[in-house]
């Protein structure tokens, strides 16, 4: 693979296939996490963390131990499993030596076990047409890009939302929208506005 078929692979999981605005996954964290930009980038940090390193788990595992012995079925629970020992994993450092933001992310720490952008993802890399395509290795390559272009847009779509929020909050918002109609709103303007980037890989 070249540098430009991997540059196409993360601008399209980036931008043109975003996590959030695009397949509508982990919109849990989106909304709840995206009030300050401080939380939001730090979520996004823990997710792009999480999302790379248990795609590419998830993709080895896959296919040098539950294809050999034939427990394709067991991937779901697997991919849940290498999930919530990374999510521990973050948990624990960020406790070590970041108090700030663990106490921030709150609740929606542990919830990156359930984020569902995380296990699409790992998911997705297995089912997509590229692995029956290329070498197993060559689908390692590509699967680890698209995670990590998958975390940057879950991350870029993260800090304009909350970016966003943060003005609307000194914003002359009618009583009725404010809150969460007004940010299901701008949620549905960005989503209108990625549309818009569909064709350009």
């Given amino acids: 693979m070249d540098f ?5 692979a993360i601008i399209f999981a980036m931008l043109i296939n975003n996590v959030i605005l695009m397949q509508f996954l982990g919109i849990c964290p989106f909304l709840g996490v995206s009030k300050r930009t401080s939380s939001a980038i730090g979520m996004s940090g823990a997710v792009l963390f999480v999302m790379v390193i248990a795609s590419m788990a998830a993709y080895l595992i896959y296919y040098y131990i539950l294809v050999p012995y034939n427990i394709e079925y067991l991937q779901i629970i697997v991919f849940i499993l290498v999930i919530a020992s990374l999510v521990q994993l973050v948990e624990m450092v960020l406790k070590k030596f970041s108090k700030p933001l663990y106490k921030s992310l709150g609740i929606y720490l542990p919830l990156i076990t ?9 998911q997705g890399n297995i089912i997509s047409d590229f692995p029956s395509t290329m070498s197993v290795g060559a689908g390692f390559v590509l699967a680890s890009v698209t995670a990590l272009g998958t975390g940057l847009g879950f991350g870029l779509i993260m800090f ?6 943060e003005k609307l909050e000194s914003s002359n918002v009618p009583e009725s929208w404010k809150g969460v109609p ?3 709103v701008v949620a549905g303007l960005m989503s209108i506005a990625f549309i818009g980037l569909v064709g350009i890989v």
């Fill in 114 to 122: 359930t984020n569902c952008a995380i296990l699409g993802v790992a």
């Fill in 4 to 8: 430009a078929s991997l540059g196409a």
């Fill in 182 to 184: 007004i940010s299901l």
């Fill in 160 to 165: 304009a939302f909350s970016s966003i929020r």
